[in-house]
Every structure is written in structure tokens, then in C-alpha cells.
């Protein structure tokens, strides 16, 4: 938006302007008469100059009249005619008033003597200048409120869709975040139920660094992928809780990529869509590769079940509340720029994120050592799976 200035140093400025042109206007008559003159050197040009300039400046003094009027009643919205003979009727007047302040004994020449034809004309030129000086500033201030009404309009748009974009993403962590917990607590439930009171605490404990995970990151729109990998391992941990040995893990991350920002909470939901659609269904061992590598855009996060038949049957356009949520928050975050692919094949099913580089200045944080890559054999202390509903 253009920024105001003082309302007194506008006036001034404007002033300035007038009375520039006013003086370059009067120069033209001056240099023309000192030619024909034949005088030399410039005190004679400032004393033609001295003789000329005082008509003009009278102009310039009436220029603020002439702009009221045309305002309020000498402009097109009363009709062109009366507004005509309005303009004439008011050159005249000004023509007649200037000719008797300026010459006093001889006005009579100039108002209706033989000179009066060059006299008028000369005055209806300078009517017709300040009619013209009027109308671009006119235009000039209407293009000003204009472009300061765009910008303020494309401020409010900005803002209300940055208002609707921080919205929405609360709005999808919050589906997925109560999805999480009730799961949580069936677990823990069930381990109390069956007299596992350590490997229930220590799920406890997950879910209380869990839970903390969350109210750190509410506010935050990325996070450097060591911290994703470091919910993540808790995570996994709860979920072996339940599996045990039929969820066998395996990570293969480029230290280069672990300072990467990426937004709360996708690499988690990659993993829970694999544990509901691979391992859940199945009573066999379901093997599970995690990675995460750097590339030429940005970052690549992937995860590749070898579920095989056993996984529930699902296509690009139905993966479940998990992955539409996250390819709804990557497309508000990152526009077209960020990319979420499904795929299923002999071998397994393998989900890929690609994240871009352009967030990269987002998160400054110091460099940190590596988080401890999770390993499936000691997060839970136990192999034997338990049974839960999987919600």
C-alpha cells in the first residue's frame, strides 16, 4: 500500500510544482521577447522576466478558485454547455481583473484596446493550462486511491487466505490427532487388561512425550526431520506394544537430511497407514523400510511394506483419513510444489513424499547430532503382540 505522507508537506509540495511551472511557462514569453528585444545579458532577461512573470503568478495565485469551481459546479456532471460558457464567463473575469491590477492607468489598452485580441488569447491559453493541470491531478489522485484500495484489498485477501490456510491445517491435525490418542489408550487398555504393567508404562511414558511432541508443534508450520524421526520412534514403540514381532522395522536415513524442515507429524502418518493397512490385517510378520534421503529439489521421505495380498486393497484415491489429511496440509503448505504417490506392486506398497526445497530458510536452528535411529527388536522390551481393535 502507498505510504501517507504529512498532509502539510503535500500542500507544499504541490505549491512548488505550481509555482515551477508557472515560472517556466512565464520564461517562454520572456526569452521570446528578449530575442526580439535584441538585448544581451541576463540582467536585461530578468528585468523582461520581472515585467511578464507577475501575470502568470496572478494565474497561479486563482488556479485554487478555478479547482474549487470546477469541482463543485464548472465540471461535466451539469452539462457540457453551461459548464462552456461557465469557463469562458470566468476567464474573462480573471482576464479583466488581471488587466486592471497589472496595468492600472492603461488597463483600457490591454481590455479593450488594440491589444486586447493577443491579451485574451494569451489568457485563455493560461485558463486552458491550469484547466488541463487540474484534470491530470485529478487523475493522478484517483489512480493513487485506486492502486491504495488494490492493496489494500490484496492485503485483506492475503491475510484472510493465510487465516484460512492456518485454519485448515489445525483443522486436519486435529482429525488425525484424536484418531491417535483413542488408539493410545486402547492400547494401554489392553495391556493393563492382560497384567502387562511394565510394557504399559513404559507405553504411558510414550504417550506422555507424545503428547508433548504435539503442544510444542501446535504452532508450528516445520520441523527439522530429526525431530520427526525422534516422534517417531516413540511412536513405533507404542504400536510394537500391540505387534511385537509382526512389525519389523528397518531405517534408512542420510545423515545429510536430518536438518531438513518438514511439517509435523508426515512421517508418522506414512508409518500409520502402513500399520492399519499391512500389518493390522495380518497375523504374519510384515517388514517395513523406512528412508529418507536428499535429492536434487528437496527431500525424498518414503515408506515400503511387503505386505503383499495381505494388505487391504487401496488406490490413489482411497488411502484412508491419514494420507488425504497429509496431501491436504502439503498443498496448502507448498502449493503444487510437494508431491504424495501410492504405489502397489508384487513386491509391496510403497508410499513417497517429496518435499521441496523452497521452505528450506524456515527453520534456523543449530546443527544437532543425529537422533538415535530406532531399532524394532528394543522398543517395547517384549516380542509377544497383543490383541486390540484398531481403530
Known amino acids: 500500500m502507498p505510504k501517507s505522507e504529512p498532509a502539510d508537506f503535500a500542500k507544499l509540495r504541490w505549491f512548488l510544482l505550481a509555482l515551477a511551472a508557472w515560472s517556466l511557462l512565464a520564461a517562454i514569453p520572456s526569452s521570446s521577447a528578449y530575442i526580439i528585444d535584441g538585448s544581451q545579458g541576463l540582467q536585461r532577461w530578468l528585468w523582461i522576466f520581472g515585467n511578464i512573470a507577475p501575470y502568470y503568478y496572478l494565474w497561479a495565485l486563482a488556479t485554487p478558485v478555478i479547482y474549487r469551481l470546477y469541482k463543485t459546479w464548472l465540471n461535466p456532471r451539469h452539462g457540457w454547455l453551461p459548464v462552456v460558457f461557465g469557463h469562458l464567463a470566468m476567464c474573462l473575469g480573471l482576464s479583466v481583473l488581471f488587466g486592471v491590477i497589472l496595468h492600472q492607468g492603461a488597463w483600457r489598452v490591454w481590455i479593450y484596446g488594440d491589444i486586447a485580441p493577443g491579451y485574451y488569447a494569451m489568457s485563455g491559453f493560461s485558463y486552458?493550462?491550469?484547466?488541463?493541470?487540474?484534470?491530470?491531478?485529478?487523475?493522478?489522485?484517483?489512480?493513487?486511491?485506486?492502486?491504495?484500495?488494490?492493496?489494500?484489498?490484496?492485503?485483506?485477501?492475503?491475510?484472510?487466505?493465510?487465516?484460512?490456510?492456518?485454519?485448515?491445517?489445525?483443522?486436519?491435525?486435529?482429525?488425525?490427532n484424536p484418531h491417535f490418542l483413542f488408539n493410545a489408550l486402547n492400547c494401554i487398555g489392553a495391556l493393563i487388561e492382560t497384567r502387562q504393567n511394565d510394557r504399559a508404562y513404559a507405553v504411558l511414558e510414550d504417550l506422555g512425550s507424545l503428547l508433548r511432541s504435539l503442544l510444542e508443534h501446535r504452532d508450528q508450520e516445520l520441523v527439522p526431520l530429526r525431530e520427526e524421526l525422534s516422534f517417531v520412534r516413540r511412536y513405533i514403540a507404542m504400536e510394537q506394544a500391540r505387534f511385537g514381532e509382526r512389525m519389523r522395522l528397518q531405517f534408512n536415513v542420510d545423515s545429510s537430511a536430518m536438518q531438513w524442515p518438514v511439517p509435523p507429524f508426515v512421517l508418522q502418518t506414512l508409518i500409520e497407514n502402513t500399520v492399519k493397512h499391512a500389518v493390522a490385517p495380518t497375523r504374519v510378520p510384515v517388514n517395513i523400510e523406512v528412508s529418507a534421503k536428499r535429492t536434487s529439489n528437496g527431500i525424498s521421505l518414503q515408506v515400503f511394506d511387503d505386505g503383499k495380498e495381505k494388505r487391504r486393497k487401496q488406490d490413489s484415491a482411497g488411502t484412508g483419513v491419514g494420507l488425504e489429511n497429509l496431501s491436504k496440509r502439503l498443498q496448502l503448505i507448498y502449493g503444487e510444489d510437494a508431491g504424495l504417490s501410492f504405489v502397489q506392486d508384487e513386491s509391496g506398497t510403497t508410499v513417497r513424499l517429496a518435499i521441496p526445497d523452497h521452505k528450506k530458510t524456515s527453520i534456523e536452528r543449530p546443527e544437532a547430532e543425529n537422533p538415535e535411529i530406532p531399532k524394532a527388536e528394543n522398543l517395547t522390551g517384549s516380542d509377544q503382540p497383543i490383541s486390540l481393535k484398531y481403530i
Open 128 to 176: 486552458l493550462f491550469i484547466l488541463l493541470g487540474i484534470y491530470f491531478f485529478d487523475l493522478h489522485a484517483t489512480v493513487r486511491r485506486q492502486d491504495a484500495v488494490i492493496a489494500e484489498e490484496r492485503q485483506r485477501t492475503l491475510a484472510l487466505e493465510a487465516d484460512l490456510a492456518k485454519t485448515q491445517i489445525e483443522m486436519l491435525r486435529n482429525q488425525m
